[in-house]
């Protein structure tokens, strides 16, 4: 009697398929009893059309390919529409910004920053387009140039007097296209190279690289 095997032995292999199929495991305690596997599952799957209808719309990206043909066959096109097309950018492809309804009737329109292809498009876009709604039948090339030389020279001024206001250089103010700066007479040639230097940066950082020469007029006590 002390060899016989456990009851729970002679139980499992004493056990039919059938029931075998029913329970997953021999329970060791009442709270271990595990619920019987069915033999079958009814789930409820919804018609194919209708998993159609409910899966959400895959995003349709707008074409950035400009269709030539259809451009040129037309007589008169709008000005934005003519800047788009030099810039190589789709007209078709660019969205009107929601608040468009702000901006006065005439005026250029109001388009979605993110509709452009990237950042640079869309500033070279308005840039462009600033350009030509200034210009008219009368307006001089001469004119067209200045406009850029007027708003790269203000960007060089305005990084110069940051960069030498941040450096510690008394910055008096800006004149015209040069720097009115102070420092004390035994200083002021140090300071003066070092803001010479500071406005090469600034005009670097505008130009992509190139340095525009400077020029120097000191006046020290008692001069004025």
Request: proline content about 9%; hydrophobic content about 40%; some cysteine.
């Amino acid at each position: 009697m002390d060899n016989v095997p456990p009851k729970k032995v002679a139980a499992r292999g004493s056990r039919s398929p059938e029931s075998a199929a029913d329970i997953q495991r021999t329970p060791t305690n009442s709270s271990d009893v595990e619920r019987p596997i069915p033999s079958r599952l009814s789930l409820h799957v919804p018609p194919a059309q209708y998993r159609e209808v409910h899966r959400p719309a895959a995003p349709h990206p707008t074409p950035r390919q400009i269709n030539w043909a259809a451009w040129t066959a037309l007589s008169t096109v709008e000005l934005w529409h003519a800047v788009a097309l030099v810039l190589d950018i789709n007209p078709d492809s660019l969205r009107t910004s929601p608040d468009a309804w702000t901006v006065e009737v005439g005026l250029k329109p109001l388009l979605e920053r993110s509709s452009f292809p990237s950042q640079e498009t869309y500033k070279s876009f308005n840039e462009a387009l600033t350009h030509a709604e200034r210009a008219t039948g009368d307006t001089r090339p001469t004119s067209l140039l200045n406009h850029p030389m007027q708003s790269h020279g203000a960007e060089m001024l305005r990084l110069a007097c940051s960069f030498t206001t941040e450096a510690g250089i008394a910055v008096c103010a800006p004149v015209h296209d040069a720097l009115l700066i102070e420092a004390a007479d035994d200083d002021i040639d140090a300071v003066v190279t070092k803001a010479r230097l500071l406005m090469g940066r600034a005009s670097r950082i505008t130009l992509g690289g190139v340095e525009v020469r400077t020029d120097v007029e000191l006046v020290r006590y008692p001069g004025r």
